[in-house]
């Protein structure tokens, strides 16, 4: 399954957080998908989007699911120093 998630140029995240979320978002991703080869990639771009390809209705929903959970609980896992 290969996930792609751009974020608004418009909104930068602060120094690191791209590295961070990619990093968290990948660990639960292949938590709830470990029987699949998944592949998560972040970039700035025009606008915010989620892009899943390689997987069904009820997966894609599901990742939106873990990554708006993991965007909630950013204060859990991105620490700044």
Not at 3 to 14: D, F, G, N, R
Not at 66 to 75: K, N, R
Request: proline letters at 4%; zero cysteines.
């Amino acid at each position: 399954m290969r996930i792609e998630i751009t974020v608004a140029k418009t909104s930068p995240l602060p120094a690191g957080a791209m590295d961070a979320l990619s990093t968290e978002l990948t660990r639960r991703i292949n938590e709830h998908f470990p029987d699949r080869s998944n592949s998560v990639s972040l970039r700035y771009a025009s606008s915010n989007n989620l892009t899943v390809m390689g997987a069904d209705k009820q997966a894609r929903d599901r990742v939106s699911e873990i990554l708006q959970e993991t965007w909630e609980s950013a204060d859990e896992w991105f620490v700044t120093d």
